[in-house]
């Protein structure tokens, strides 16, 4: 007979009919073995195997549970285990969530996660590994393999390993734990041994990033016959820092136009960057905050390519005020970025803002459409807009190229 516990919504047991004692038993493992064998749903059963039984093989555990599911027996998981007569337990049969031709085929998502973990305290974490393989429970119907030598196996890997160790404790499950519309169906995961040189894992991270120690070496003669010296210097650790104040603008504009699109900006929505635009932008289409985005992208690159990122149109002059702004809280926080950037060389200019401010722009004329009492000098036609030449600020015109500029490439991608 085919039979199983449930206890407190998890089934705790399986049991297969004999029906050739003439076949070596083989092992069952049973209860919160390397976690559930199979949930239950509150609406009925759902049958989702994992990892917490051993028997025979991994395809015939799956077969027999199938097949039990929808009430026919199973030749091939019968005839190759013994039933314990204290395990002769019986349940009624219940269906698999899913398998009813009723109801609508769902949405399978698979989630891909990978999490870097460093291990402060090794005792520690394998103290709670053993500690939840002391609260497991261990049935073996393999005379060969009693359960407490299965027991002291899991436990000496615990102590060779702490892969092993942290294996043992988790629960991928929990990561949409509390989420009411999604139901898990299995899950696997591995733990391996990373390397503290993740240079070559991180493909994305500072190893992989612009050197500006090379792009931007800076000279600190401070002599009078020195020219180098007697301008604006973009120093490494200047450039590095407005790079990554520039990358995480655009992210967060492109943000913006993910999330809002069309959408004026208003105080009733939470806007990750284009609420500190200028008033007279707030109720462009998603089509111009896209080349808004990439104007920070642009700005980045010139960056990364060893050049003083100068504005080239409206939408950059605005786009490097934000960064410029920005680039003294990127210095203050802890972390790698800071890490990075401080392993730079340090100059007596760096991170002088004010001086980039006077460096890199032409004029700071864009700035005025943040003042109310300036309103209108973006046409040109504007009475303070001809008397300064001040040029056309309108947001149709952000990203013409100014006159004195070259012109970038019309066919480069956006990011996003």
């Avoid at 009693?146 to 988790?170: F, G, K, S, T, Y």
């Amino acid at each position: 007979m085919h039979a199983w516990t449930v206890e407190n919504d998890v089934i705790a047991s399986v049991t297969v009919q004999d029906t050739a004692p003439d076949i070596a038993p083989h092992r069952v493992l049973v209860g919160d073995i390397r976690r559930d064998i199979a949930t239950m749903s509150r609406s009925g059963p759902l049958l989702q195997v994992s990892r917490g039984i051993v028997a025979v093989s991994l395809c015939e555990v799956v077969d027999y549970f199938f097949h039990a599911a929808a009430g026919r027996s199973c030749p091939a998981v019968e005839q190759s285990a013994r039933i314990r007569p204290d395990m002769n337990l019986s349940v009624r049969r219940h269906r698999v969530r899913g398998m009813s031709p009723d109801r609508p085929a769902a949405p399978l998502l698979r989630i891909r996660l990978e999490l870097l973990v460093e291990v402060r305290d090794v005792p520690a974490l394998q103290h709670m590994a053993l500690d939840a393989i002391n609260n497991r429970e261990y049935v073996s119907i393999d005379d060969d393999v009693p359960p407490e030598e299965e027991v002291e196996q899991d436990r000496a890997a615990v102590r060779a390993d702490p892969a092993i160790a942290l294996a043992e404790l988790l629960v991928p499950e929990n990561l949409v734990d509390g989420l009411d519309a999604v139901e898990t169906h299995g899950s696997m995961y591995s733990v391996t041994a990373a390397s503290h040189d993740t240079s070559e894992e991180d493909e994305d991270g500072p190893a992989s990033w612009p050197k500006f120690d090379v792009l931007f070496a800076s000279c600190s003669c401070d002599r009078d016959s020195c020219q180098r010296c007697a301008g604006f210097q973009l120093t490494p650790r200047t450039a590095a820092t407005l790079w990554i104040a520039l990358h995480y603008l655009a992210d967060q504009a492109y943000e913006d136009v993910v999330t809002h699109g069309d959408e004026p900006v208003d105080d009733a929505r939470d806007w990750f960057l284009f609420d500190e635009y200028p008033r007279i932008t707030f109720r462009q289409d998603a089509v111009w905050r896209r080349q808004a985005a990439r104007c920070f992208d642009d700005l980045a690159d010139d960056l990364a390519a060893g050049r003083r990122p100068s504005p080239r149109c409206a939408g950059e002059e605005m786009a490097l005020h934000l960064a410029l702004n920005l680039a003294p809280d990127a210095v203050d926080d802890e972390g790698s970025i800071a890490d990075w950037i401080e392993q730079l060389p340090i100059h007596p200019r760096d991170l002088d803002w004010d001086a980039c401010v006077d460096g890199l722009f032409q004029d700071t004329d864009i700035l005025g459409l943040f003042d109310e009492a300036l309103d209108g000098m973006e046409d040109p036609d504007a009475d303070m807009n001809r008397e300064f030449g001040i040029g056309d600020y309108r947001p149709a015109a952000w990203f013409t190229t100014f006159n004195n500029q070259p012109t970038r490439d019309g066919r480069r991608p956006f990011r996003r």
